[in-house]
Nanobody
């Protein structure tokens, strides 16, 4: 069994910053790529960012590129999402996910374990 627990969400003003954390347990964290997704009300869950198993490669949605940074600390079994220059359209529930299937980093179906989500609200 794998458990992923997100934290760090909250309410922030436009232009502000938040750092999300995802703590993993139940598997050898360092063996798996990780991703962040988000889902706003009335919208499909969308890809935000992903990172390779050793942190050597990162992937970002066009909408967040240059503002968000994904990183991981395998010794701490934790993946992070640093979010800067936040916009109201970033408001969503953010989910951490573990990639355990072959395939694209960008698709939800490639990930088989998900956290409970953490709410990020950006006010204007």
């Amino acid at each position: 069994q794998v458990q992923l627990v997100e934290s760090g969400g909250g309410l922030v003003q436009a232009g502000g910053s938040l750092r999300l954390s995802c703590a993993a347990s139940g598997r050898t964290f360092s063996r798996y790529p990780m991703g962040w997704f988000r889902q706003a009300p009335g919208k499909e869950r969308q890809f935000v960012a992903a990172i390779s198993l050793n942190g050597g490669s990162t992937y970002y949605a066009d909408s967040v590129k240059g503002r968000f940074t994904i990183s991981r600390d395998n010794a701490k079994n934790t993946v992070y999402l640093q979010m800067n220059s936040l916009k109201p359209e970033d408001t969503a529930v953010y989910y951490c996910a573990l990639k355990d299937y072959s395939g694209s980093y960008y698709y939800t179906a490639t990930y088989n374990y998900w956290g409970q989500g953490t709410q990020v609200t950006v006010s204007s």
